[in-house]
């Protein structure tokens, strides 16, 4: 379990980075290793060079405003988590990235690469997808904001550009009368999910105005289904409407239809959860 | 004499070392020397192929390649099959894989070439440019394909039969036709494995200049290894030496031997004149040292109306993998140890051992006895469902009573010997399980969750297991003129704390300070002859060999002391290293009685000076009398008629959840008698580390082979190894102490018990909250799910229904 040969470079500024990384083919960008250090030591990746991101000045913030926290390509898990004001802003962020792993791999884990691993079975795409966040990439040729409904092209793939580094993500700050909940099975704390739910619910008044879920596990891309109708009508069943969306797979952990009964079981108890997190929030505002 | 150790939670003196890091394994060694070199190993990508031919004229290029050997490069006995470490007559049809393949491969992971390399990298990067041609052959995975014997794992054997083997006490099959009641069960368990922390590694080097080699190795068996290696490589014994620095882990895995690299590297070291190192990495672990528990097993009991066993005949099926290094062990073990503290009016068992395409199996941990385990307290909790009685009644109605020992199963164990029990007394232990658990108040409590929309169930599993199997173990004791003493015994140790339960009895045996004895096992220029350790033999082997080495020192000490202190042997007591005339000032160090065991010619300190020529002795006579030797040592052996049987009970509450099948532990008892404990909390330790295994096999972990025999989950990833979280925060136990006879400290053997009945317990606990019969282990919520939609017609929501076995 050793990796094959790769040049190692460790760049101190982004355009360092940037020139090299569109400068070798086969080069790949090393964040947290949370990730690729496994499939380097499984030789299930071999690239050139690794591109050692660690040392760039600047990347590693977690900044959080009205509109929103926006996290730098350095800032680890762990230091999101532990940022009350990003919970406060966008709460959905503290209660996904309990269940991402476990505390040590959280401590060296970047939530940005986590994000650009695209992982369906992992939680931040996903809760980056729900709640329609961007990713901000930086390349020789310039910068642009992928938008998360833009960013995942398919199992472990996501739409940047070869040369391209992401330099920050951006969630965007939990409206006023929305509420979101999370919940996920897991074989063993802290592995990934066999499914997790995230809702994101918008109140209007006491209706509910929009009901949005998405899905870790239960296909190969990070899924969110829009589930309003399901939800607005009383004889609605928003579990079914989300399954014809979702594409549960056998696995030696778990059976499709195990996984799909999860589905049914966790998306009622989460929408309530968030519905009721909406009305919370509601009740809070009144009150201060 | 010293206040006694024996019997008191004495901290363990290796965890300093341990808990910060400080252990030394084989692959901290020798890391300093420049010439150290590195090994890896191509390993077969299918399950069966035969090799037609292996190219490595790309392997030398590589800068930094030393090294290449395959079958064909190895001459004399290291080109012969592995051997059979265990003959067995039942096993008509043994094989063993070369150190590296011949022809044939039959497991994805099995051996083919090994390269040396200036380091691991490169080693690796080499390996991956060998190419082999094989020719893909059908492989066999699972019991039903091995019994199906569609093919064949090897051309030579039938059916793919290793063995067939029946032992039968009675008549059962008459017994059961004769019966008011009869069931049928049929029982499988899926394979698991030990999964130590460190998985294998040896490191060797031998000097030219003496023609010695030195090999360290993460064992069981140093001496088994040194044998072994001596052997193929054609060096005398003498020549050679096996040692065991720290080992992190063995569970069992590490007993098997001479794995491939345990002779590779030692060859590799003589060849190149360098020392060569292999630590081999955990895909490696889970794809080339060996698995174990699978098992598939049919049942039928004949009963009485009070649940009496008239006839039990078990038929089952073991995988034992690729290759028989290890024998029939386990499937023995099943065969005898099911039996737990029951005693069945006829028994019969039979058995089939199969090859599989897959890794070999070898004892891990409970070998064998979780799944008889499983099997005779399934049986026990159908007859009690049969019958609608208490599930304890139906086992105390079968129970050896404590007058009936030593008892008798006219069967033959795993060590050859008469399978005879020494002692226990299961009634006792069971009432105190009950009350541990609160089994009698269980039914309030189940209404209790009911009521809050909870499901819970109990289950209660019993085992007895024979420990402290032969031939032997030895110890060596000597007492230094610092009055330190230095105890060797030959087994090895894999973190179980030896260390502190040995110089526990050193303590107490000898009257001498606990901190001043130090125990180095597992070495065998300390000492040669020793067996290993496995089948929860350490204490009561090496702890027995070494309580009798230090009576022969402490014999000798005070005989010495006696005539130093011009006093009789009885008048003297030994107390905290210092012989003392009873009620007297007079008294004398062990450490000058160590002097004064040693007439000197030359001092090379001032305590030496009293023993030189001219200070002791009586000139007329000689320095050393003729039936003594100079020092003050005792050397002892221990050899035991038979095994020790130690014994035990768990319970388990679990809940299950209506909804998403999610198995909970709620509370975990456990009752265990191993005779004397010399230590308490090494013995608790040893529980609560079996219980965390025996979760991980009832309830996470399981080989998952594709039908190409291609290992899906081999890492830590995807083998469910459970973490701290997975594992009941806390585990009631209660101990009874019912001495072995056989042993001059009364003592059992505690290192396999806590996993013994955890397939079974959770079996029984879940079948009880569900109210459907629960028939293989492991059991994920996945398999849970399906079981309850299987049972969906029939199954009612909050049962405490009785499962529903095929009755007669
Ligand atoms: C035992 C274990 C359990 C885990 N459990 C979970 C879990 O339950 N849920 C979960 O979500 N994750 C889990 N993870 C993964 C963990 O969250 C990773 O940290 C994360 O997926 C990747 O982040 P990283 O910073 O370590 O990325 P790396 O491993 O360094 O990189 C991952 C990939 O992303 C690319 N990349 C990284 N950063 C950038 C960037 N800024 N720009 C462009 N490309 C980039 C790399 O080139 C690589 O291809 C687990 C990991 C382990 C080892």
């Known amino acids: 379990m050793k990796p094959a040969p790769f040049a190692y470079l460790r760049p101190s500024t982004l355009d360092e980075a940037l020139t090299a990384l569109a400068g070798e083919q086969g080069a790949k960008v090393l964040a947290g290793g949370q990730s690729l250090v496994p499939l380097l030591s499984m030789r299930l990746a071999a690239p050139a060079m690794l591109i050692d991101i660690n040392a760039l000045p600047d990347l590693g913030s977690v900044q959080v405003d009205e509109s929103g926290v926006r996290i730098g390509a350095l800032a680890r898990h762990a230091e999101v988590l532990a940022s009350s004001e990003a919970a406060e802003v966008q709460p959905l962020l503290a209660m996904a990235l309990s269940h991402v792993a476990h505390p040590t791999i959280r401590n060296r884990g970047t939530t940005v690469g986590s994000i650009v691993h695209a992982d369906a079975a992992a939680e931040m795409p996903m809760v980056l997808r729900l709640l329609e966040g961007s990713v901000d990439v930086a390349s020789v040729r310039g910068r642009r904001t992928i938008p998360a409904a833009e960013l995942f092209a398919g199992p472990l793939e996501s739409t940047l550009a070869h040369d391209e580094l992401a330099v920050g993500a951006f969630f965007p700050a939990l409206a006023a009368g929305a509420g979101v909940g999370f919940q996920e099975i897991a074989r063993r704390h802290g592995d990934y999910a066999l499914v997790g739910v995230a809702a994101h619910v918008q109140l209007d008044g006491d209706a509910v105005a929009s009901a949005r879920i998405g899905f870790v596990s239960v296909s190969d891309v990070p899924v969110v289904v829009d589930v309003t109708d399901a939800v607005q009508d009383t004889a609605g069943d928003p579990a079914a409407a989300a399954l014809a969306e979702l594409d549960p797979a056998d696995d030696i952990h778990a059976t499709a239809a195990y996984r799909a009964h999860l589905v049914k079981v966790l998306v009622p108890k989460v929408l309530a959860a968030a519905t009721d997190h909406a009305r919370e929030r509601a009740r809070q505002r009144m009150d201060s | ?473 030895g110890a060596h004791v000597h007492i230094e003129t610092s009055g330190k003493v230095k105890v060797a015994t030959g087994l090895t140790t894999q973190g179980q704390g030896h260390q502190t339960a040995f110089a526990q009895i050193v303590a107490d045996t000898l009257g001498v300070r606990f901190e001043n004895v130090e125990i180095t096992t597992g070495d065998t220029r300390k000492m040669p002859y020793a067996v290993g350790t496995f089948a929860s033999r350490a204490a009561v082997m090496s702890g027995s060999a070494i309580h009798l080495a230090a009576l022969r020192a402490k014999e000798k000490a005070l005989r010495i002391a006696a005539e130093a202190l011009e006093a009789a042997e009885d008048d003297l007591e030994i107390k905290d290293g210092v012989v003392s005339v009873k009620g007297t000032d007079a008294s004398i160090d062990l450490g000058t009685v160590a002097v004064l065991s040693n007439p000197l010619r030359y001092a090379f300190d001032e305590a030496s000076k009293a023993a030189t020529q001219f200070s002791v002795g009586d000139p007329g006579k000689p320095p050393v009398d003729e039936d003594d030797e100079p020092g003050l040592e005792g050397k002892d052996f221990y050899s035991p008629e038979r095994s020790t049987f130690a014994n035990g009970m768990h319970a388990v509450i679990v809940e299950t959840d209506p909804d998403t099948a999610e198995i909970t532990i709620l509370k975990y008892a456990v009752v265990h008698d191993c005779g004397h404990l010399i230590n308490p909390m090494i013995v608790e330790g040893q529980i609560h580390g079996g219980v965390a295994q025996g979760v991980g096999g009832a309830l996470y972990e399981r080989m998952a082979y594709d039908e190409s025999g291609q290992l899906l989950n081999a890492s830590f990833m995807d083998f469910l190894m459970p973490y701290v979280t997975e594992v009941p925060t806390t585990i009631d136990i209660d101990h009874l102490e019912t001495p072995s006879p056989l042993n001059p400290l009364g003592i059992k053997g505690a290192g396999e018990a806590g996993v013994i009945p955890s397939a079974a317990v959770f079996a029984a606990a879940i079948e009880d909250a569900e109210g459907f019969p629960i028939t293989a282990m492991p059991i994920s919520p996945s398999e849970l799910f399906d079981l309850r939609l299987a049972h969906a017609p029939e199954a009612t929501p909050t049962a405490a229904a009785a499962p529903a076995p095929t009755g007669t």
């Not at chain 2, 930094?64 to 067995?88: F, K, N, Q, Y």
């Not at chain 2, 891990?364 to 006895?369: H, I, S």
């Not at chain 2, 020992?405 to 006219?410: K, L, R, S």
């Not at chain 2, 226990?424 to 009350?435: I, N």
Request: net charge negative; charged share 25%; aromatic share 8%.
């Open chain 2, 1 to 473: 004499m010293t206040t006694k150790l024996f019997g008191t939670k004495v901290a363990r003196v290796e965890d300093q070392r341990f808990l910060r890091g400080q252990g030394r394994y084989v692959d901290d060694l020798l890391t300093d020397d420049p010439r150290l070199l590195h090994s890896a190993v191509l390993r077969s990508p299918h399950a069966h192929a035969r090799i037609l031919d292996i190219d490595v004229s790309d392997v030398l290029d590589l800068e930094g390649v030393v090294a290449v050997w395959t079958w064909d490069d190895l001459t004399g006995p290291m080109a012969e099959p592995l051997p059979l470490l265990i003959p067995h007559p039942a096993l008509t049809h043994g094989r063993t894989q070369y150190a590296l393949a011949r022809d044939e491969v039959n497991y994805v992971g099995e051996a083919i070439a090994f390269v040396v390399a200036v380091d691991r990298y490169v080693a690796e990067d080499a390996v991956s440019r060998i190419r082999v041609d094989y020719e893909y052959l059908e492989p066999v995975v699972g019991i039903p394909a091995a019994r199906a014997a569609q093919r064949t794992v090897h051309d030579d054997v039938p059916d793919n039969v290793g063995a067939r083997m029946t032992q039968e006490n009675g008549d059962a099959r008459a017994a059961i036709a004769d019966a008011p009641h009869t069931i049928t069960l049929e029982l499988d368990i899926e394979r698991s494995a030990c999964t130590p922390m460190e998985g294998r590694g040896t490191v060797a080097r031998w000097d030219p200049d003496t023609s010695r080699l030195t090999v360290w190795s993460s064992t069981q068996t140093s001496t088994g290894v040194r044998g072994c290696v001596a052997a193929k490589l054609g060096l005398d014994l003498a020549k050679v030496d096996v040692i065991t620095p720290d080992v992190g882990g063995g569970f069992g895995v590490k007993i098997n031997h001479p794995w491939p690299e345990e002779l590779l590297v030692p060859l590799a070291a003589m060849t190149l004149g360098r020392p060569v190192k292999f630590t081999e990495d955990r895909r490696e672990h889970f794809i080339s040292s060996a698995h174990e528990r699978a098992q598939q097993h049919h049942v039928e009991v004949g009963f009485d109306d009070d649940g009496r066993l008239l006839g039990l005949n078990v038929e089952f099926w073991h995988d034992h993998g690729a290759y028989t290094p290890y024998g029939l062990i386990v499937p023995i073990i099943t065969s005898t140890q099911l039996l737990g503290p029951y005693k069945p009016l006829n028994y019969r068992v039979s058995f089939e051992s199969l090859y599989t395409n897959t890794v070999i199996v070898t004892p891990y941990r409970g070998a064998g006895r979780p799944q008889g385990c499983f099997v005779m307290e399934r049986t026990m909790d159908a007859i009690a469902a049969y019958l609608g009685k208490d599930r304890t009644e139906v086992r105390s109605t079968n129970f050896i009573q404590p007058d009936e020992f030593p008892y008798e199963h006219g069967l033959i164990f795993q060590d050859g010997r008469e399978l005879t029990y020494d002692s226990g007394d299961y009634p006792a232990s069971l009432a105190k399980l009950k009350e541990l658990v609160g089994w009698d108040e269980f039914e309030d409590f189940r209404a209790e969750m009911a009521s809050q929309g909870r499901r819970v169930g109990i289950g209660l599993a019993c085992y007895v297991e024979g420990t402290g199997v032969g031939p032997y173990e």
